[in-house]
Structure formats: C-alpha cells, structure tokens
C-alpha cells in the first residue's frame, strides 16, 4: 500500500481554471434551485402560519438571489 496523498499536493500555481464558468454556473443554478424547492416542500407540509411565512419569504429571497447570480 503506498503513501497517502497530502494536501499540499492538490494546490498549484496555475492561474488557469481547471473548471469552465459555465459548469460552475451550472452547479451554482441547480443548488439554489434544489434549495428553492426545498422550501417549496417545507412550506407545503408546515402546520403553523408563522413558519410558512418565514419559508415563504426565503422563498422569495432565494428567487432575488437568484436573479442576481444569474
């Protein structure tokens, strides 16, 4: 069995991106997505107003991040 890999080993100098920005926005999109619709789902199950109030509005502010990221 051989050494394990440091941590050191995985950071370098480039000042090349080893990921496209449309991958990364891709990613970016489909979590705030996923989060949008867990909040949909937080929402549609809560059994106090208070608490669907406060998932409706991180609704809406996860819905202007996203317009500002995107």
Do not use: C
Request: charged residues 20%; hydrophobic residues 45%; proline residues 3%.
């Amino acid at each position: 069995m051989g050494k394990p890999k440091r941590w050191e080993a995985e950071v370098t100098n480039s000042t090349v991106a080893p990921f496209s920005e449309k991958l990364m926005l891709f990613h970016t999109e489909a979590i705030v997505s996923t989060a949008i619709g867990f909040y949909g789902v937080g929402l549609s199950v809560a059994q106090r107003r208070d608490i669907a109030g406060h998932y409706s509005k991180l609704i809406a502010e996860m819905g202007l991040y996203a317009e500002l990221i995107f």
